[in-house]
T-cell receptor, first 113, second 113 residues
Framework: DTEVTQTPKHLVMGMTNKKSLKCEQHMGHRAMYWYKQKAKKPPELMFV???????INESVPSRFSPECPNSSLLNLHLHALQPEDSALYLCASSQVLGEGRSFFGQGTRLTVV | AQTVTQSQPEMSVQEAETVTLSCTYDTSENNYYLFWYKQPPSRQMILVIRQEAYKQQNATENRFSVNFQKAAKSFSLKISDSQLGDTAMYFC??????????FGSGTKLNVKP
């Protein structure tokens, strides 16, 4: 199993909604990442978890709240988002921080209305 | 700060021919990793090839090879015997010692039959 699985694939939410994005991998990777990708732009790093602890937070607004409940799961909790937060959210994992290949999921296409 | 530049927003190549995608980067670090990622319309970021800066030998993966010029800070991707399935957005990426990725703006490659 060399997959990173993200759910849902598409999400439409209102600005007052609370929703969560989920990411799962069963490769035994201990580093997991959230990226945000706007249309026709490269991905931008948001958060990095290493051994279930937040390692990097790229000054992301608090309306985005990451959570790593165990070594296989990574969540991104969303609350009070703005329309400009509409983007593709990509999850990735690697064996450990700074080593090996990074495997990306297919992303969640988020639209905030 | 690290920067990655891809100067070719879009390129086309005939099936079975060879194409080279350009990438330059700027860094003051001596040890780092460079990557080429492919993002097809399915949205998933797929690792194409990886180069470790301390290795002088250019990385090769089947039809994909790189020309890594460390002094010139250049990292081009050559795709031989292009296939229709190679049609995608290609991102050059730099990973620093803090495991942060810096992506170029991408090159859209269109392989024509």
């Amino acid at each position: 199993d060399t997959e990173v699985t993200q759910t849902p694939k598409h999400l439409v939410m209102g600005m007052t909604n609370k929703k969560s994005l989920k990411c799962e991998q069963h490769m035994g990777h201990r580093a997991m990442y959230w990226y945000k990708q706007k249309a026709k732009k490269p991905p931008e790093l948001m958060f990095v978890y290493s051994y279930e602890k937040l390692s990097i937070n790229e000054s992301v607004p608090s309306r985005f709240s990451p959570e790593c409940p165990n070594s296989s799961l990574l969540n991104l909790h969303l609350h009070a988002l703005q329309p400009e937060d509409s983007a593709l959210y990509l999850c990735a994992s690697s064996q450990v921080l700074g080593e090996g290949r990074s495997f990306f999921g297919q992303g969640t296409r988020l639209t905030v209305v | 700060a690290q920067t990655v530049t891809q100067s070719q927003p879009e390129m086309s190549v005939q099936e079975a021919e060879t194409v080279t995608l350009s990438c330059t980067y700027d860094t003051s670090e001596n040890n780092y990793y460079l990557f080429w990622y492919k993002q097809p319309p399915s949205r998933q970021m797929i690792l194409v090839i990886r180069q470790e800066a301390y290795k002088q030998q250019n990385a090769t993966e089947n039809r994909f090879s790189v020309n890594f010029q460390k002094a010139a800070k250049s990292f081009s991707l050559k795709i031989s015997d292009s296939q229709l399935g190679d049609t995608a957005m290609y991102f050059c990426a730099f990973r620093d010692n803090f495991n942060k990725f810096y992506f170029g703006s991408g090159t859209k490659l269109n392989v024509k039959p």
